[in-house]
């Protein structure tokens, strides 16, 4: 853990000033700076400050802002819209933790940290980090006391409806909300798709699968599978764009075609399937999906 500035470079050192130190206790391990429990207990207090100050940052596209030759704070500033002296206290701050860093003559540039706040970076988090600041979601967290005391959810206590009512309601914290769950389905990807093999599988169902991020990586590793994608309606609307871009649209089902009676118009043929443990047969037309209506066509479809 880094040492604040409360003691550095001026102040004194937590030793001399006769604190209780954590002594790193691994003997293979250098020695490190000893932190005594309470400015750990203190970081860890901070920890809202630092949230708000990343999305913050975030939501301004600072990093996009850097990417694109912005380097001075008034430059930075111009780019995205904000108080100069305000936002290099922000930048500052972050460059502390090493998300900027801060060079000479007010300059700022991006660490790979803060390569992951560009919109387009390769694991980018810029859309995670606007939603662990947004404030729909930080007024939830405010009344964690009374979820503790009472076993109500927060979500619904402060916003009278739990999330994915509220985000059925709110298109815009919604979208917010979405392009999180997208960031984080893209950045843990890789270790799913190397540790599961999905390519067995002829269908893939991905329930509460939200935007398909995850769903579309699992089908272009599998690229004989077909997939069910199952969500509400406006999070299936806001996946169309992702199914599309990802080349996987044509194989994928989406749970609106699924309410909506879309199935195959000019069924060719016809397939007989026996339930394993009611023995009932039923027919569905072959060129249906595996999951889908019944089929105006061939009423038993299943
Ligand atoms: C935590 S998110 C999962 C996101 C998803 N795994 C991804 O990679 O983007 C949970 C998802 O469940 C969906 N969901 C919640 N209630 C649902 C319901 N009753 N029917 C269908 N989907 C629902 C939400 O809309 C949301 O997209």
């Not at 270790?191 to 599961?196: D, F, H, K």
Request: glycine content about 8%.
């Amino acid at each position: 853990m880094p040492y604040i500035n409360l003691y550095a470079p001026t102040g004194p050192s937590p030793l001399e000033d006769g604190m209780n130190p954590t002594v790193a206790t691994d003997p293979t391990s250098q020695p490190s700076p000893a932190v005594p429990p309470f400015l750990e207990l203190y970081e860890l207090t901070t920890g809202a400050w630092l949230t708000q100050a990343i999305s913050t940052a975030a939501r301004l596209g600072v990093a996009d802002a850097i990417a694109s030759g912005a380097s001075t704070t008034a430059e930075i500033a111009q780019e995205v819209g904000a108080h100069a002296s305000t936002l290099h206290r922000l930048m500052r701050a972050l460059s502390d933790h090493g998300v900027f860093a801060q060079g000479p003559g007010d300059r700022f540039a991006l660490t790979p940290m803060g390569e992951s706040l560009r919109s387009d970076g390769s694991h980018s988090l810029r859309r995670w980090a606007i939603w662990t600041g947004a404030r729909f979601y930080r007024d939830a967290w405010s009344d964690l006391e009374q979820a503790v005391r009472t076993g109500e959810p927060s979500f619904a206590r402060v916003h009278g409806t739990d999330l994915f009512g509220y985000l059925g309601a709110h298109p815009d914290d919604a979208a917010v909300f979405d392009g999180a769950m997208q960031d984080i389905a893209g950045n843990f990807l890789a270790g799913i798709l190397s540790v599961y093999d999905f390519s067995s599988y002829s269908t893939v169902v991905d329930v509460g699968g939200g935007t398909g991020a995850l769903l579309s990586a699992i089908l272009r590793a599998a690229p004989s599978a077909r997939g069910v994608l199952l969500d509400t309606p406006p999070v299936l609307t806001a996946a169309e764009p992702v199914l599309r871009a990802a080349g996987i649209a044509d194989r994928c089902q989406t749970a609106l075609e699924t309410s909506s009676t879309k199935c195959h118009p000019e069924p060719t043929s016809t397939s007989s399937v026996t339930s394993s443990t009611t023995g009932t047969t039923t027919t569905r037309c072959a060129s249906c999906r595996p999951v889908g209506p019944p089929c105006a066509r061939t009423p038993s479809c299943w």
